[in-house]
Structures are given as structure tokens and as C-alpha cells.
């Protein structure tokens, strides 16, 4: 009796599975009918390709996975004060500094939250370049102060030049910011800028009584370099006035752990006044717990950004042979931009969501306004295969 209604149940969740990919595979045979995309735009309403948000494909470390069955009832029942102390270890050690220069967030976007609450007064603004991450200036807009805008320049592929760094030194030395953002390697571009132009905003920023924030949340994709540089490197050198943002959520793989952290200046250090604004906790025990495996594991983490680099090219060949697209050169990450060449008149988002592809519009944000900008995520061999083959004939 028991078999027989388990031998039911396995029915209906076959029905079930070969209804999903029967619908999957229907959708995506008509995705690939770029041709006719106008005749199929509104019979779409699911998206059956995901390549907006910005998790590694690929995952965590296996032995990240290993550890979550060795988990204990302690791991739960108790407040995370070990734990926390053990994240901050491995991470110190990682990088070969203070354990007190590391403050924890539930995910790097809790920081980001706190930053403008803790630096910045109504009336005082901040500055950043656009484009950049969307959430700096929401933190800012719900702390109540305002974040403004260096435009970097499309005609230059928003590559961080001197002259963007001239003009953004010119900027700091007027308004005198309070925080000072740039996310490298950058969302949406997934470019960076050189250590040697966070290095000299930096001393523009300190000479203005400021702070400098470096989100460096797609940090561990940067395969630009043999040895990825970081900003960390400067708070090591006793800079001040600087805090470096990273995370656990993308090339390491674990978004829905939550773990995030900033690598302060001693000058903010001990937690600072972080300490004044933070939760009693500020991490899980299962985040932090598992966290510092990714940061031991970096053979794993050389192969995802070996095959991210592999797939990445493949989109670019892939825009490259389309004569009716572009994309922003330089990105060192998961995250490519692209559009439609002006004069084609049309929105990539627009084709790409009416084949039931999901990828994140840059429409509504600072320098990329309205410009039909699509961010897509580099995802698996199959979602590339599939993707390669959507931007190789849009029109
Ligand atoms: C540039 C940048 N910084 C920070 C974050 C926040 O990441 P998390 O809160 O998962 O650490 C993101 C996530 O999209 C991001 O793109």
C-alpha cells in the first residue's frame, strides 16, 4: 500500500518534470526563431534563461557542502560568537592582516547599507561614477543623503581613464564628499581600474576629510592578473580613510550564505564606528562556518575563473560576429554589457526578454540611461551555448 502510493506520487512527479521540460524545451525551440521574434514577443511569459544576477555558475567548493552535513545542533541552537571570531581569523590570515581591520555583513550589501548611515549627515553628499553598482545609491537615498554622478564616458567604452580620474579628483577637491564609491571590478562593466587610479582618488578623498569605499564584490573573477590585485593592499600599507568591500557571494559561490566583509583602515578599525551601528550579530554560524572553506580552496577558485574567462570570450566572439551588436571591452568578470549598435533603433533587453531571457536592464541607472544596455551573466556551458547562439542573430 505504502509502495503503491510512493509509485503514485513518482508518476505525478514525472508528469510533472516532463511537463517543465516539455514547456522548457518549447520555449527555448522558439527562442531560437530570432527571425520572427515579433511574432512570438508576447506568447512569452516566462523566462527559461537566467542570466541576471551575478552568482558564480559554477558553485562553492565542494567541501563547502561537505561541511553543511557535518553541521551540529550547537551550530543552531547557539548565537554565533565563535563562529564569527573563526571568519574573521580565516580571513585575517588570508590576507596576512589584523583580525580588528575586518568588520562582517550579512552579505557585502549590508555594509553597504550601514556606510552612508554611519559617514554621512542629511545635506552631505557622496560621489561615485557612473556607471556603478545601483544599491550605492539606494543605501544613500534611504539614509537620506545624496550620492552624485561622474559620468565615465561610453565613447571610451567606460574604460577608467586618466581623464575620468582627472574629473573625478576635480569633483572631490570642490564638493568634498563624505564616501566615495568605486566597485572594481565594476558592475555593470566588469572592468577594473587600476590600483594606481584608486590610489590617487585616494589621496584626494583623505585630503577632503572623506572616506573611500572600493567594492571589489567580483574581486575573486579578476583574471586579468596573474595575482588579482587588491585594495587591500593600501590598508595594509597604513592608508587611512578606506574601507574594501568584499564578498562570498560571487566567484566563491555562496550568495545564499550571506556572508560579506570590509577590510577597514586603522583609522576605522576595532569595528570603529561600525561597532555603534551593528546588529549584535552580524553573521549566521552556518555562513561562517563554511565561509572560510572558499577562501582555502583557491584551486577551485582558479578553475572557475579559468572557465568563466573561457565562456566569457565565447559571448564576446559570439557579439563580435554580429554586426548589429556591441559590448562594453574589459570585462574581467561574469558580467558582460551589451546593446544593440546605435542606429539599429532597438532595446537588447527588449528582444532578449520577448525570447524569454532574463538578464538584468540597465535602462534606469546613472550612464546607462536609457541607452539599451543588457547585463548578462556568464552561466553554464549549455546557458553560453544557448545564449551564443540568441546574440549571434539578433537584429
Ligand atoms: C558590486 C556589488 N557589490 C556588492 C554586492 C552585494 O553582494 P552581497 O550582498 O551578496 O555580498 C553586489 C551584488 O550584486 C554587487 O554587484
Redesign the pocket.
Known amino acids: 500500500m505504502k509502495n503503491n502510493t510512493h509509485e503514485g506520487d513518482r508518476h505525478i512527479v514525472d508528469d510533472v518534470l516532463s511537463n517543465i521540460a516539455n514547456n522548457y524545451l518549447q520555449t527555448k525551440a522558439k527562442s531560437y526563431a530570432i527571425a520572427s521574434q515579433e511574432e512570438i514577443s508576447d506568447s512569452v511569459n516566462e523566462f527559461w534563461l537566467h542570466l541576471n544576477?551575478?552568482?558564480s555558475i559554477i558553485g562553492p567548493t565542494p567541501t563547502a557542502l561537505d561541511k553543511t552535513r557535518e553541521l551540529s545542533l550547537i551550530d543552531i541552537l547557539n548565537y554565533p560568537e565563535e563562529q564569527l571570531d573563526g571568519l574573521k581569523e580565516a580571513i585575517s590570515e588570508f590576507y596576512n592582516i589584523s583580525k580588528d581591520n575586518i568588520v562582517l555583513?550579512?552579505?557585502?550589501?549590508?555594509?553597504?547599507e550601514t556606510i552612508p548611515r554611519v559617514f554621512v549627515n542629511p545635506g552631505e553628499i557622496s560621489l561615485a561614477t557612473a556607471p556603478?553598482?545601483f544599491?550605492f545609491k539606494d543605501a544613500h537615498q534611504r539614509a537620506g543623503t545624496e550620492l552624485l554622478f561622474v559620468d565615465r564616458d561610453e565613447k571610451d567604452n567606460y574604460t577608467f581613464t586618466t581623464k575620468v580620474e582627472t574629473r573625478l579628483i576635480d569633483k572631490i577637491n570642490k564638493l568634498k564628499p563624505k564616501v566615495t564609491w568605486i566597485?572594481t571590478?565594476?558592475?555593470?562593466s566588469g572592468q577594473i581600474a587600476s590600483l594606481e587610479f584608486i590610489a590617487n582618488v585616494h589621496e584626494h578623498v583623505v585630503k577632503n576629510g572623506g572616506i573611500l569605499v572600493v567594492?571589489?564584490?567580483?574581486g575573486e573573477f579578476n583574471d586579468s592578473l596573474n595575482e588579482p590585485y587588491t585594495a587591500i593592499d593600501l590598508v595594509k600599507d597604513k592608508a587611512n580613510q578606506l574601507i574594501v568591500?568584499?564578498?562570498?557571494?560571487?566567484g566563491y559561490g555562496m550568495?545564499g550564505l550571506?556572508?560579506?566583509y570590509g577590510v577597514v583602515s586603522d583609522d576605522i578599525k576595532d569595528g570603529g564606528v561600525f561597532k555603534e551601528w551593528a546588529l549584535p550579530y552580524d553573521m549566521n554560524n552556518v555562513g561562517a562556518a563554511i565561509a572560510p572553506l572558499a577562501l582555502e580552496d583557491q584551486s577551485h577558485m582558479q578553475m572557475v575563473r579559468d572557465q568563466t574567462a573561457v565562456r566569457r570570450k565565447l559571448m564576446e566572439d559570439a557579439i563580435e560576429e554580429n554586426p548589429h551588436l556591441n559590448y562594453v571591452r574589459g570585462s574581467v568578470t561574469n558580467?558582460l554589457l551589451a546593446k544593440y549598435n546605435d542606429g539599429v533603433g532597438k532595446d537588447l533587453n527588449d528582444t532578449l526578454t520577448s525570447l524569454g531571457v532574463k538578464v538584468s536592464n540597465q535602462n534606469p541607472y546613472e550612464g546607462t540611461k536609457d541607452r539599451g544596455y543588457a547585463r548578462i551573466t556568464v552561466g553554464n556551458d549549455e546557458q553560453v551555448k544557448d545564449i551564443c547562439n540568441i546574440l549571434r542573430r539578433c537584429k
Open positions: 544576477l551575478g552568482e555583513g550579512t552579505g557585502s550589501d549590508c555594509l553597504i556603478e553598482f544599491r566597485s571590478p565594476n558592475n555593470p567594492d571589489e564584490a567580483y568591500l568584499r564578498t562570498f557571494s560571487k550568495a550571506r556572508v560579506g558580467i
